[in-house]
């Protein structure tokens, strides 16, 4: 039924809009489009890598794509990503509006607020109050390492068994993020946290398949009974909830003194007294659920991914084990300063990073004016896809691009060096918020997990694949793996 009244819709806006869809003037090359789908029915909708893939080959480095009747314009490479988000870096730096993230936040927050005064505003306070929170009573350290806690309990519960670690790095990505907003964490069964949890897998679920790509193409199907409609609807509810959470802290702080970035928030609405604008309730809720989507999935994919390779290279994790004990040797607790002395396991740890490739197609940009790239002229409002995955593989900039290296982070003295071409939070000014935090979250989860076990990939499991699962933050397939406590050493 569903089917059937979609595919009359389709044909009759097929009808209403016979109209062709031709490039603009010195627009960067692409495929031939037709009207309504441009080039969509040259994609497998579940998963476009191999189809791109084969379009980059053949155009170049800066190609076009038609999503529907919206031009897209697809940056392959160091040196045009670094022209674009670095060189030309405001004409880069919007977000497109009408598509279904946009309609959830209403251009709200950060993450798909267009470029303006609001989100420069909304970006800035959230760099500097999550920075502040070292000052606050409890650091952002401490709060990593207390989350970090809770994941060693419950791994040490169920040690030798074979378990898939997938619900728990997520949980514990999420917790992270709500004691930094709400001031504490949540636990695991708790009913708003698995609200919420539920939420961001239905959401994420949906904004990154077929339906998400028909809504943002197909405006005119927009208002029909489809599977988008309850992401819109369990967006709000959420959202009404963390407003309950605004309210209560309204009822319980103490002005100038922030227990975490709600009450921050509130003290800078105070501080702009009668005009507060473009600080208001809606944004700061906006802003809150923005941060989970954030820091939530690419954090804890990151971690599955490194747990991941950890097993299919037992040698590379015995020797960043071999570096932890020897750095902490005799001491309890790590702390974030002590990465300067692990040179081999921050190698480890970024090398991951690289070769997950979480953000593979960034966060969608969108020109604020007509600009050039590469020689090619751009029109303002044009849809900007920078593939992140292309510069941490490309074959000029790596020592070893397509196979797992920690020698690719490490120069001939053994050292920690990053080439420039690590971009995996992207660059530019709208470059990933929340790295300071989620380079820390790496280090002291891994490091940590690193130090009190070992990771072994059961022996009835075949082969680790390393296929990722395609989507907007990409992820290793769920895998099992066994754990087995070990004993430090020297204490
Ligand atoms: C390993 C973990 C992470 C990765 C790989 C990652 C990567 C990225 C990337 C590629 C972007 C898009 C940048 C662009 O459009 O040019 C982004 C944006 C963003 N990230 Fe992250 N991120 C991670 C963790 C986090 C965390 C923990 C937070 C939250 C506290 C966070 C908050 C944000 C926000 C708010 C934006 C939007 C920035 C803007 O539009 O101005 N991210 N991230
Ligand atoms: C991005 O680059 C990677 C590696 O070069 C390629 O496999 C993928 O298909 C590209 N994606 C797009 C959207 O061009
Ligand atoms: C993570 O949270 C979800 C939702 O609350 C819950 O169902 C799941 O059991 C939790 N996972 C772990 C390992 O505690």
Same mark, same amino acid.
């Given at each position: 039924?569903?089917?059937?009244? !979609?595919?009359? =819709?389709?044909?009759?806006?097929?009808?209403?809009?016979?109209?062709?869809?031709?490039?603009?003037?010195?627009?960067?090359?692409? @495929?031939?489009?037709? @009207?309504?789908?441009?080039?969509?029915?040259?994609?497998?909708?579940?998963? @476009?890598?191999?189809? %791109?893939?084969?379009?980059?080959?053949?155009?170049? *480095?800066?190609?076009?794509?038609?999503?529907?009747?919206?031009?897209? !314009?697809?940056?392959?490479?160091?040196?045009?990503?670094?022209?674009?988000?670095?060189?030309?870096?405001?004409?880069?730096?919007?977000?497109?509006?009408?598509? #279904?993230?946009?309609?959830?936040?209403?251009?709200?927050?950060?993450?798909?607020?267009?470029?303006?005064? /609001? =989100?420069?505003?909304?970006?800035?306070?959230?760099?500097?109050?999550?920075?502040?929170?070292?000052?606050?009573?409890?650091?952002?350290?401490?709060?990593?390492?207390?989350?970090?806690?809770?994941?060693?309990?419950?791994?040490?519960?169920?040690?030798?068994?074979?378990?898939?670690?997938?619900?728990?790095?997520?949980?514990? /990505?999420?917790?992270?993020?709500?004691?930094?907003?709400?001031?504490?964490?949540?636990?695991?069964?708790?009913?708003?946290?698995?609200?919420?949890?539920?939420?961001?897998?239905?959401?994420?679920?949906?904004?990154?398949?077929?339906?998400?790509?028909?809504?943002?193409?197909?405006?005119?199907?927009?208002?029909?009974?489809?599977?988008?409609?309850?992401?819109?609807?369990?967006?709000? $509810?959420?959202?009404?909830?963390?407003?309950?959470?605004?309210?209560?802290?309204?009822? $319980?702080?103490?002005?100038?003194?922030?227990?975490?970035?709600?009450?921050?928030?509130?003290?800078?609405?105070? *501080?702009?007294?009668?005009?507060?604008?473009?600080?208001?309730?809606?944004?700061? #809720?906006?802003?809150?659920?923005?941060?989970?989507?954030?820091?939530?999935? $690419?954090?804890?994919?990151?971690?599955?991914?490194?747990?991941?390779?950890?097993?299919?290279?037992?040698?590379?994790?015995?020797?960043?084990?071999?570096?932890?004990?020897?750095?902490?040797?005799?001491?309890?607790?790590?702390?974030?300063?002590?990465?300067? /002395?692990?040179?081999?396991?921050?190698?480890?740890?970024?090398?991951?990073?690289?070769?997950?490739?979480?953000?593979?197609?960034?966060?969608?940009?969108?020109?604020?004016?007509? $600009?050039?790239?590469?020689?090619?002229?751009?029109?303002?409002?044009? %849809?900007?896809?920078?593939?992140?995955?292309?510069?941490?593989?490309?074959?000029?900039? =790596?020592?070893?691009?397509?196979?797992?290296?920690?020698?690719?982070?490490?120069?001939?003295?053994?050292?920690?060096?990053?080439?420039?071409?690590?971009?995996?939070?992207?660059?530019?000014?709208?470059?990933? %918020?929340?790295?300071?935090?989620?380079?820390?979250? #790496?280090?002291?989860?891994? !490091? +940590?997990?690193?130090?009190?076990?070992?990771?072994?990939?059961?022996?009835?499991?075949?082969?680790?694949?390393? +296929?990722?699962?395609?989507?907007?933050?990409?992820?290793? *397939?769920?895998?099992?793996?066994?754990?087995?406590?070990?004993?430090?050493?020297?204490?």
């Amino acid at each position: 039924m569903v089917v059937s009244v !979609v595919l009359l =819709w389709v044909c009759f806006c097929m009808l209403l809009f016979l109209i062709r869809t031709r490039r603009p003037k010195h627009f960067p090359p692409g @495929p031939q489009t037709i @009207p309504i789908f441009g080039n969509l029915h040259q994609l497998n909708l579940v998963n @476009p890598v191999n189809d %791109l893939q084969k379009l980059s080959d053949r155009y170049g *480095k800066v190609f076009s794509f038609y999503f529907g009747g919206r031009p897209a !314009v697809i940056i392959t490479g160091m040196e045009a990503m670094r022209e674009a988000l670095l060189t030309k870096a405001l004409d880069f730096a919007g977000r497109p509006g009408g598509v #279904l993230l946009s309609h959830l936040t209403q251009g709200k927050g950060i993450i798909m607020a267009d470029y303006g005064p /609001s =989100w420069k505003e909304h970006r800035r306070f959230a760099l500097i109050t999550m920075r502040n929170f070292g000052l606050g009573k409890q650091s952002m350290e401490e709060r990593i390492l207390g989350e970090v806690s809770y994941i060693c309990a419950h791994l040490e519960k169920v040690a030798g068994q074979t378990i898939d670690p997938q619900t728990l790095f997520h949980n514990a /990505s999420c917790d992270i993020i709500c004691s930094i907003m709400f001031g504490s964490r949540y636990e695991y069964d708790h009913e708003f946290f698995q609200a919420m949890i539920k939420m961001m897998a239905d959401n994420s679920k949906i904004a990154n398949g077929p339906w998400g790509m028909i809504y943002d193409t197909m405006p005119l199907l927009r208002n029909l009974p489809l599977p988008f409609q309850s992401a819109l609807r369990d967006y709000h $509810t959420v959202k009404m909830h963390v407003l309950d959470i605004v309210n209560e802290h309204r009822a $319980t702080r103490t002005p100038n003194e922030p227990r975490d970035l709600i009450d921050g928030y509130l003290d800078e609405v105070d *501080k702009r007294g009668q005009d507060p604008a473009p600080f208001d309730d809606s944004q700061m #809720l906006t802003m809150l659920l923005d941060l989970l989507f954030a820091g939530t999935d $690419t954090t804890s994919n990151t971690i599955r991914a490194a747990v991941l390779y950890f097993m299919a290279y037992p040698d590379i994790q015995e020797r960043c084990q071999q570096e932890i004990d020897m750095v902490l040797e005799g001491r309890d607790q790590l702390c974030f300063e002590d990465r300067h /002395s692990m040179p081999y396991t921050q190698a480890v740890i970024h090398e991951t990073q690289r070769a997950a490739s979480t953000l593979p197609l960034s966060v969608f940009h969108c020109t604020t004016k007509d $600009t050039e790239l590469t020689g090619y002229q751009i029109p303002k409002g044009t %849809l900007v896809i920078q593939n992140l995955s292309s510069v941490l593989h490309e074959e000029t900039q =790596w020592k070893f691009p397509h196979s797992f290296n920690p020698n690719n982070f490490l120069n001939e003295q053994g050292e920690f060096e990053k080439p420039p071409a690590f971009m995996p939070f992207s660059i530019g000014p709208r470059t990933c %918020l929340g790295e300071g935090l989620a380079r820390m979250e #790496l280090f002291l989860i891994l !490091v +940590t997990l690193l130090r009190r076990f070992q990771f072994i990939w059961p022996e009835d499991a075949g082969e680790p694949d390393f +296929t990722p699962v395609f989507g907007v933050t990409q992820a290793p *397939k769920p895998y099992k793996m066994v754990v087995k406590p070990r004993t430090i050493t020297a204490n």
